[in-house]
Each structure stands twice: as structure tokens, then as C-alpha cells.
């Protein structure tokens, strides 16, 4: 009885040590992509110029309630008011980003505002009748602020796919906004 046993323990054992080794070797184990093509994927393209679209309503009531909610608000989850009408829907399970410009720029009616970037209250009056800045220098600052200046510490919105067009029209239209001390 024994005897018989025997040849087979044998085998079962060197199936056993084999498996060992093999599942020792972790690499077989999972895949290891390479690391150097996901920082690519993830890295945002060089800095780009960006035309302001002729389609861009910068008078319109809607453009300019969008770009107020875009740039007071974080992201749709910790929004406390509803989008206006026409802002894209984020998916289901997905949480929108919006400019939180507000994180950065003080403009009137904001609730915190930072210091980071230079304030834009009074933006049209101070920059646009002035003609320091046009409405396209906006556009640009908004959709890739590296352009004219490298070091900027401003978010990248075009660029980065952050936004789309109609999203920095909307922006650009409500910092171009006339605006009075209650707005
Ligand atoms: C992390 C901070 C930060 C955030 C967030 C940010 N900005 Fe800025 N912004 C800056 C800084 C810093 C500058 C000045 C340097 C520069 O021009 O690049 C600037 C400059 C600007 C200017 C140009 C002002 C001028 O005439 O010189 C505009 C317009 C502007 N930001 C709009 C926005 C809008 C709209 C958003 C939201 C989508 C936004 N910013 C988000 C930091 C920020």
C-alpha cells in the first residue's frame, strides 16, 4: 500500500514546488506599465494660443449667469445653488469641477475672496475702458494663462480640457461684466 503511494507524493510535490516558484515570481504575477507613459498621459500640452470663438455672446444675461456660477462655485457636489440653464449636466457619479476663481480672485459679491491672483472688481471700468486689457486677453488668460506669463500660479482651463469653449466665453463674459457693488 505504501509503495504505490509513494511515486505519486513524488509527483504532487514537484507540482507543488514548481507552482511555488512560479507564484514567487511577482512580476508574471500583475501587469507593471510603464510608468513614463502614464506622467505623459497625465501631463498637460505645452502652453497654447486660443482665439476667442466670434460665437462668444458676451452681452448675453445666460453667458454671464454661467460664468458667475463657474466662477464662484468649487464643483457641482458642493454647489448650493442649481446650474443655470445651459451649463452641461455632469454625468451620474460624477462630480463636475468649476473655476472656484473666487479660491483666488476677489470680484464683487464674493464670499472669501483670495488674494492670489490680482482682484477683478471693477474689472471693465478699471481694464477694459481703459484699454489695458480686451476681451480676447481675457479669453486667452482664462483658457491658458501661461502664454504671457510662464510663472503664472493660475489654473490651466483649455488646455487642460478643465473646460470647453462656451465655458471660458461664459467666464471671460462674467469678468467683463459691468458690473454694480451688489452683483
Ligand atoms: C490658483 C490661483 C488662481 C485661480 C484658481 C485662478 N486664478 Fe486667475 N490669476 C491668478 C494669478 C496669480 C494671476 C496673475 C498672474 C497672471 O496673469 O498669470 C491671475 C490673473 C487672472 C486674470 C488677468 C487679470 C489681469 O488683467 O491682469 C484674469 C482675467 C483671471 N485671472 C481670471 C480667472 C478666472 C476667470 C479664474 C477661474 C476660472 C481664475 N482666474 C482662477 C491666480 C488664479
Do not use: W
Not at 133 to 155: C, G, H, L, W
Request: glycine letters at 4%; a positive charge.
Amino acid at each position: 500500500m505504501n509503495r504505490s503511494i509513494r511515486p505519486f507524493a513524488l509527483v504532487s510535490f514537484a507540482f507543488l514546488a514548481a507552482t511555488a516558484v512560479y507564484a514567487s515570481d511577482i512580476t508574471k504575477s500583475y501587469d507593471m506599465p510603464d510608468a513614463s507613459q502614464i506622467v505623459e498621459k497625465d501631463l498637460i500640452d505645452n502652453p497654447m494660443k486660443f482665439t476667442m470663438p466670434k460665437e462668444c455672446k458676451l452681452d448675453d444675461t445666460e453667458t454671464i449667469a454661467r460664468g458667475k456660477y463657474l466662477f464662484h462655485n468649487l464643483n457641482s457636489k458642493a454647489a448650493k445653488e442649481s446650474a443655470p440653464k445651459g451649463l452641461a449636466k455632469p454625468k451620474k457619479d460624477e462630480v463636475k469641477a468649476y473655476g472656484n476663481c473666487v479660491a483666488c480672485h476677489n470680484i464683487e459679491g464674493a464670499v472669501g475672496g483670495g488674494t492670489v491672483g490680482p482682484p477683478l472688481v471693477a474689472y471693465s471700468k478699471n481694464m477694459i475702458e481703459t484699454k489695458a486689457r480686451d476681451a480676447q486677453f481675457v479669453y486667452q488668460k482664462i483658457a491658458d494663462p501661461r502664454v504671457d506669463n510662464k510663472e503664472t500660479s493660475m489654473t490651466i482651463n483649455l488646455t487642460s480640457k478643465m473646460f470647453n469653449e462656451q465655458e471660458v466665453c461664459d467666464l471671460t463674459a462674467y469678468v467683463l461684466q459691468v458690473k454694480t457693488e451688489k452683483k
